[in-house]
């Protein structure tokens, strides 16, 4: 009964600026890690940013000083906030919510980026 929902993607130019938020609920009190995947066309999925349940982020190298994770004023929202957007950053980007005990991965529809001039 975990559901995940992703919004705020769109269409930007590049160096542009985007902000996806991700609400989820339905993990009741277990603990759980929150994060953004992407996949390119023709691509494997990717992860793009990560936040653990204690707080500690981390970004992939492609990303890293651009985009940032962060928590909203609850536990179970994420935002991704995607700045000098390029190219390459065009994708169906994801939110995932993890379940630290048993692995257990639920994943929102996808929300599309798309970066062209």
């Known amino acids: 009964q975990v559901q995940v929902v992703e919004s705020g993607g769109g269409l930007a130019r590049p160096g542009e600026s985007l902000r996806l938020s991700c609400a989820a609920s339905?993990?009741?009190?277990?603990?759980?890690?929150m994060g953004w995947y992407r996949q390119a066309p023709g691509k494997q999925r990717e992860l793009v940013a990560l936040?653990?349940?204690?707080?500690?982020?981390d970004h992939a190298d492609s990303v890293k000083g651009r985009f940032t994770i962060s928590r909203g004023n609850t536990l179970n929202t994420v935002y991704l906030q995607m700045n000098n957007l390029k190219p390459e950053d065009t994708a169906v980007y994801y939110c995932?919510?993890?379940?630290?005990?048993?692995?257990?991965?639920?994943w929102g529809q996808g929300t599309q980026v798309t970066v062209s001039s």
């Open positions: 995932n919510v993890q379940m630290i005990s048993g692995g257990q991965n639920y």
């Open positions: 339905g993990m009741m009190f277990s603990a759980y890690a």
């Open positions: 936040r653990l349940s204690g707080g500690t982020t």
